[in-house]
Nanobody, 115 residues
Framework: QVQLVESGGGLVQAGGSLRLSCAASISIFSANVMGWYRQAPGKQRELVAVMSNVGSTNYADSVKGRFTIFRDSAKKTVYLQMNSLKPEDTAVYYC?????????WGQGTQVTVTS
């Protein structure tokens, strides 16, 4: 069983920064893909950033140049550094690991950006 615990969310003014953490109960190299997703009220969950087990990354167009996904294998943690935050970034952010043959999700962490 894979457990993922997110932290780092909070309330921040527009233009500010937050760093989200996703601590895993397994080696991050056990995952094929690790990623961050978000869901705003009344909207579908959407991809924010993903990283493969070899380190390649992909970002949603809306966050390119502002958000960075990175990992610390020793800490079994994946991070999402969020800079230049905008009110439209407000959402619950979820961490997801794909460990064949299924996906595992964290419980989510709230990010609220005020104007």
């Amino acid at each position: 069983q894979v457990q993922l615990v997110e932290s780092g969310g909070g309330l921040v003014q527009a233009g500010g920064s937050l760093r989200l953490s996703c601590a895993a109960s397994i080696s991050i190299f056990s995952a094929n893909v690790m990623g961050w997703y978000r869901q705003a009220p009344g909207k579908q969950r959407e991809l924010v950033a993903v990283m493969s087990n070899v380190g390649s990354t992909n970002y949603a167009d809306s966050v390119k140049g502002r958000f960075t996904i990175f990992r610390d294998s020793a800490k079994k943690t994946v991070y999402l550094q969020m800079n230049s935050l905008k009110p439209e970034d407000t959402a619950v952010y979820y961490c997801k690991f794909n460990v064949f043959p299924r996906d595992y999700w964290g419980q989510g962490t709230q990010v609220t950006v005020t104007s």
